[in-house]
């Protein structure tokens, strides 16, 4: 009786403790306003608290980013933003916040410049009527490393995980998807709006959607649902997809062109990507349904969308 004793007072102790530890790191009251700062390895966010002020939307927009370029005295902590990243410009559009940046935003790592953007945005949005933070870069629209615009985000385009060491952006994107049409000889486009992780290649997310279908009338799915795709990579302008051996039986009554371009168009149409290279199973010495040679990379075909119905 006393060991089991002795051992629940332990457990109780060991509990505390970790309540004790988990309050220490997180200082921050609930429902209280705060800043974003990164932790010591650079590798994802940490809280302070902050007290807004009660000036105006943009002299306290302005407050909070001069604070995020100081060093936290906690040494554990460094600045959101960098010394030689600076603020060229602030500006108040209904309830979105604008940010002009320095041209040296531009020579950060791609998961600083994340974090960045991400402190940011999580602790501006706390101002009254602002809604979403935009920047740019010396008067240009931000981009991502694969040129396409990031646009105004919220703080629920950036989720943290639980150890706080990785951090995922998310992004907004309108997508034309290539299915087939009623006849299931030409193509028909169908556009879609998607909201993707960053950590998901636009290129692979394409390929997911067409093998997951439309979701609208009017157009018909191309690829067999089963397919798996054992990857998706762009280099020096070509997109190599790798599909399993289900891509290579096709359950749905199309023509071999339809199915195959399905895939490019919508992949050179989306992407930075001239031409598409298919493989099964890393295999390229395949002739689609006996018909269609894929040993190649293919180009954007337009005849496909432009047979008669």
Same mark, same amino acid.
């Given at each position: ?14 509990f ?7 309050g ?17 390895e650079e ?16 002299e ?14 906690d ?33 950060? *790592? ?31 629209p ?32 309108? #997508? ?32 997911? *959607? ?16 089963e ?10 302008? #070509? ?27 919508? #992949? ?42």
């Amino acid at each position: 009786m006393k060991r089991n004793k002795y051992i629940s007072l332990l457990l109780i102790f060991c509990f505390s403790l970790c309540l004790f530890c988990c309050g220490k790191e997180e200082s921050v009251e609930e429902g209280g306003s705060f800043l974003y700062y990164m932790n010591d390895e650079e590798t994802g966010l940490v809280k302070r608290e902050y007290t807004i002020g009660d000036g105006e939307v943009l002299e306290e927009a302005e407050d909070m980013l001069n604070a995020l370029r100081e060093e936290p005295e906690d040494i554990e902590q460094s600045s959101a933003i960098p010394k030689d990243v600076h603020i060229l410009g602030v500006a108040l559009s209904g309830e979105r916040l604008s940010i002009d940046l320095s041209r040296d935003y531009e020579e950060m *790592q791609t998961l600083e410049k994340t974090l960045m953007r991400a402190a940011v945005v999580q602790s501006l949005v706390q101002l009254d009527k602002v809604e979403a933070v935009g920047f740019s870069v010396e008067g240009d629209p931000l981009c991502d490393e694969r040129g396409r615009l990031i646009g105004y985000q919220n703080a629920e385009d950036f989720v943290q995980n639980t150890t706080g060491s990785t951090l995922y952006s998310y992004q907004n994107a309108q #997508i034309a998807l290539h299915f087939a049409n009623e006849k299931g000889d030409a193509l028909a486009v169908e556009t879609v709006d998607v909201k993707y992780s960053s950590n998901i290649p636009l290129e692979k997310l394409i390929v997911e *959607q067409l093998i997951k279908g439309p979701s609208g009338r009017g157009v018909y799915p191309v690829m067999n649902p089963e397919t798996r795709v054992l990857g998706v990579t762009i280099k020096e302008g #070509i997109c190599y997809v790798n599909l399993d051996e289900a891509f290579l039986n096709n359950t749905y009554d199309v023509i071999p062109e339809v199915a195959v371009y399905s895939l490019v168009n919508s #992949i050179v149409n989306g992407t930075k990507a001239s031409q598409v290279q298919i493989s099964v199973n890393g295999e390229t010495q395949i002739t689609y349904m006996e018909m269609l040679d894929l040993s190649k990379p293919l180009e954007y075909n337009e005849k496909i969308e432009k047979a008669e119905e």
